[in-house]
């Protein structure tokens, strides 16, 4: 799988991915992430990317010219054809179901908007869908394209363990049951009993209630969301 992620700050990239199980996952070929600097396609002798807003107010605007020059330059003939997201604080809440979806694209090309935000037109012309990591307000979307990229290479066969991925937290509406490792005595406290008890069925029953109870106390809105899907089937 690859991605593209244009960005005027090609710099934060530099750690995210450069560790652990997405640098693996680089090294063995399983996804590739390539880093473009829309200030490559920048406007007059400054190569400038923004502007102020028309019809005034506070900040710069990200313009048109450089993202649609950047994004053609790349993707071609592909253009049209994949998911052009932008990262964007109004966008479609960012959950596993979506990077469930977008893990089985072949390729994907992020934008990571900057200042006020981004030309309406973008919007409208080049993105296909606007993806939100949260309700809150981020300086840049270079840190949310890294956290979806994060959890979309994550689910690409081959990157991790099958079976971890099965008993995640959000993987079946539920948060995930508590784990311990040894030492199962540490300061006085004790690993339930049943987790050493080897029994597999009562495991996996008390694993199912713990989650079943922490979704309740936690995000009983999964619960909502579970229920109804149940209902549905
Ligand atoms: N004025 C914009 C608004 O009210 O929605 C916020 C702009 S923010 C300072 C700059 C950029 O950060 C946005 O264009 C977007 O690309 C990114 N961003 C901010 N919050 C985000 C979030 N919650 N999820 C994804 N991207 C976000």
Known sequence: MRFDIFTIFPGIFQGPFDESIIKRAIAAELVDIQIHDIREHGMGRHR????TPYGGGPGM?????????????VLGDALGTL????????????TQVIAEELSLEPRIAILCGRYE????RVRDHLVTREISIGDYVLTGGELAAAVMVDAITRLIPGVIDSESLAEESHTAGLLEYPHYTRPNEYRGWTV?????????????EWRMKQATELTRQ??????????HHLKDL
């Open 48 to 51: 400038s990317v923004d502007d």
């Open 192 to 204: 339930p009993d049943i987790l050493l008890s080897g029994h597999h069925a009562k495991i996996a």
């Open 117 to 120: 935000g981004i030309d309406q």
């Open 61 to 73: 605007v990200m313009a048109a010219p450089p993202l649609f020059d950047s994004v053609g330059s």
């Open 83 to 94: 998911p052009v997201i932008l990262t964007s604080a109004s966008g479609d809440p960012f």
């Open 218 to 227: 936690r995000r009983p809105d999964l619960l909502d969301k579970l229920n």
